[in-house]
């Protein structure tokens, strides 16, 4: 089996909107392996796993919008990354009001 094709920000166009037990969040802080701090939308901060999925297509920096599912039996204190919004849909969510302008 060959390697799997790393994607360019500009091909991927589609965009995931939240579902039901789903928070947006900005990541605060990189932990290292594939873990993050992210400050989510419920003022409550949590430690985020990034997907194996999404750790081979997109990378996540300080200060990304995403998309974090909490865990069921910890879900104050951590979550999956689901998804990581590019500059475009983040200007797309504040527009038609799924994200707060201050956030």
């Known amino acids: 089996m060959g390697k799997r094709k790393v994607l360019n920000e500009s091909q991927l166009k589609e965009i995931q909107l939240l579902e039901e037990g789903e928070l947006l969040g900005r990541v605060t802080n990189l932990l290292g392996s594939d873990q993050v701090l992210v400050k989510c939308t419920d003022d409550i901060t949590r430690r985020g796993r990034i997907r194996g999925k999404l750790k081979r297509k ?4 300080d200060n990304d919008i995403v998309i ?3 865990w069921d039996f910890k879900p104050t204190e951590r979550g999956d990354i689901i998804w990581r919004f590019i500059l475009g849909q983040v200007e797309w969510l504040r527009n038609n009001g799924h994200l707060q302008k201050d956030f």
């Open 68 to 70: 974090i599912a909490p």
């Open 58 to 61: 997109i990378w996540i920096r």
